[in-house]
């Protein structure tokens, strides 16, 4: 596929589902890292809730035929994916990432963040993963094996679904 025919496959339409506010809620994904099972969890939610999604990578990814599902592919380099969503999210949107620093400003925004593991980034914890991130980063500089997390779990599937439940469910009856 040609960058100009990816470029049209990646046009982003904004009609999203309206909370009782009147304000319009989108879930917005940073795909590039996300396991294939979240992102099915991610698209049969937004088909049966009605709710705008946007998977955002730097990479073509497929996505199902689907008036509420678009995929927004951006030029690659470092953050690029993540500097696309923090300037499109809305402080009442629901953003999906594994990424610390990414998760650390849309909560500074005023943003729901959840990772695909279904934990929620609230204030008090952002800081906290951020300031371990950057320690365990400054230990594999120095030559020291951490390792990486442990494989995603079917426990972790079902706590990631029942919290993008449970948040979709509080927008609803906004």
Known sequence: ????KEQQTSIQYRVTAES????QVSIWVDA?????VIKEIIFRAANRTQTMT????????????SKHINFLQVPKGFDVADNEIVKRAQGYDLVITADIPLAAEIVEM????????G???????VRQRLNMRDFMDTMRSSGVHTGGP??????DRQKFANALDKYLAQESSR
């Not at 009782?20 to 304000?23: K, L, P, T, Y």
């Not at 005023?110 to 593991?117: D, E, H, K, S, V």
């Not at 934990?119 to 914890?125: C, D, H, K, L, M």
């Open 54 to 65: 946007t998977l955002v990578a730097n990479s073509f990814i497929k996505v199902p035929p």
């Open 110 to 117: 005023g943003a729901t963040a959840l990772n695909p593991r």
């Open 150 to 155: 442990p494989p995603l779990s079917q426990t």
């Open 20 to 23: 009782g506010e009147g304000r």
């Open 32 to 36: 590039d890292a996300c396991p294939v």
């Open 119 to 125: 934990e929620r980034y609230t204030p008090e914890n």
């Open 1 to 4: 596929m040609t960058h100009e």
